[in-house]
């Protein structure tokens, strides 16, 4: 039973009330500290770091001073590619030859494209190697070969003479962008030997600036 204390000294008795203590509130941060690390330890270990991807660029040794200068290469079957502004393309195929030209060719004319259509432009230029190709391919993909011949083989094709050159070009409005994405078409139309420049002959780029006119 409950009993009511009485106060001392012949006084009323008078009712006193208990107070319940307040428990103090703990919490154990141990098992997340845990997991928190655990969890750390688990993305490190998982992740793959990001490596900045970098084009590999081979220019030509430089002749030494003093030597005479080389023939100038005939472009027999080569295209060349002029990158310009609002990713427009425009190209011609072999030598290039200005209006009144010494050797009396007809002057180049320009074809124009763009990045939806220059692949089928190229793959169709190259199709026999393309062709070739796709069988080594197959003979990879059905384990015919193995991977060390399969790299040799596609190298000897994309370099052979037969196989289209490429020539890229671009002005001052075309983008960084626009010369990335073209080599990548360089490898998907397996074109292995191409050439960039960041410069255009005298008599390119006026005809270019006539055609960049019309745009």
């Not at 103090?24 to 998982?46: N, R």
């Not at 590999?56 to 200068?69: A, H, N, R």
Request: charged share 25%; aromatic share 8%.
């Amino acid at each position: 039973m409950a009993q009511v204390p009485e106060g001392g000294g012949g006084g009323g008795g008078r009712h006193q009330k208990k107070r319940a203590k307040k428990a103090s509130t703990h919490i154990d941060m141990t098992p997340m500290v845990d997991l928190a690390f655990l969890l750390l330890t688990f993305f490190i270990l998982t992740t793959t770091m990001y490596k900045p991807s970098t084009l590999q660029m081979t220019y030509p040794v430089p002749p030494p001073p003093g030597s005479p200068p080389p023939p100038p290469t005939k472009l027999e079957n080569a295209v060349t590619l002029l990158l310009t502004k609002s990713d427009q393309i425009f190209y011609y195929f072999g030598q290039f030859y200005p209006a009144g030209n010494k050797d009396g060719k007809p002057p180049t004319a320009l074809s124009r494209t763009d990045f939806s259509e220059v692949r089928k432009l190229l793959v169709e230029r190259n199709k026999e190697t393309i062709a070739k190709l796709n069988d080594l391919a197959r003979q990879f993909n059905d384990k015919k070969i193995t991977e060390e011949e399969y790299t040799a083989r596609r190298k000897e094709l994309t370099g052979s003479k037969e196989n289209l050159k490429a020539i890229i070009k671009t002005d001052p409005d075309a983008k960084y962008r626009n010369m990335i994405d073209m080599v990548d078409e360089m490898d998907i139309s397996g074109i292995g030997s191409y050439g960039v420049m960041d410069s255009l002959k005298r008599d390119e780029q006026a005809l270019l600036n006539i055609e960049k006119a019309n745009l």
